[in-house]
């Protein structure tokens, strides 16, 4: 007779804006977003869901490489790394996908008809 395996059901990734990120965050969360700075293994995201002009920024740790001025849904756990700045926050990505053809203005109108999708 063999043993079965149970796996522990991994919580859904919620939508969230970058600017509202603490280290208290619940993880997984998702963002879209467009790389800014790339090099192997790290990159800065500026967020595209925000508002005008309160776009901000979080470095996230993907395996590879992501490819500057394109657009990317991340899923990944909320981090706090130390640095010689003091402890920062980041996003170790578990699933990166390129959105770069998401018309992102329409994308908001449609999480707009459906109030049951939060975006915290």
Same mark, same amino acid.
């Not at 043993?3 to 603490?22: C, G, N, S, W, Y």
């Not at 490489?65 to 706090?80: A, P, Q, S």
């Given at each position: 007779?063999? $043993? $079965?395996? $149970?796996?522990?059901?991994? $919580?859904?990734?919620? @939508?969230?804006?970058?600017?509202?990120?603490?280290?208290?965050? /619940?993880?997984?969360?998702?963002?879209?977003?467009?790389?800014? /700075? *790339?090099? *192997?293994?790290?990159?800065?995201?500026? &967020?595209?869901? &925000?508002?005008?002009?309160?776009?901000? +920024?979080?470095? !996230? /740790?993907?395996?590879?490489? @992501?490819?500057?001025?394109?657009?990317?849904? #991340?899923?990944?756990?909320?981090?706090?790394?130390?640095?010689?700045?003091?402890?920062?926050?980041?996003?170790?990505?578990?699933?990166?996908?390129?959105?770069? +053809?998401? &018309? !992102?203005? #329409?994308?908001?109108?449609?999480?707009?008809?459906?109030? &049951?999708?939060?975006? +915290?």
């Amino acid at each position: 007779m063999s $043993e $079965e395996k $149970e796996f522990k059901r991994r $919580e859904p990734a919620r @939508l969230v804006r970058v600017r509202e990120i603490t280290a208290e965050t /619940q993880s997984p969360v998702r963002i879209i977003g467009i790389v800014v /700075q *790339a090099k *192997a293994g790290i990159a800065l995201v500026q &967020d595209v869901m &925000d508002e005008p002009n309160q776009h901000k +920024s979080i470095q !996230v /740790q993907v395996e590879g490489t @992501l490819n500057v001025d394109e657009k990317y849904l #991340l899923i990944g756990d909320v981090v706090e790394r130390t640095s010689t700045d003091g402890n920062e926050l980041m996003i170790a990505v578990s699933f990166a996908h390129n959105v770069n +053809s998401l &018309d !992102v203005k #329409l994308y908001k109108e449609a999480l707009e008809l459906n109030p &049951d999708i939060e975006i +915290s």
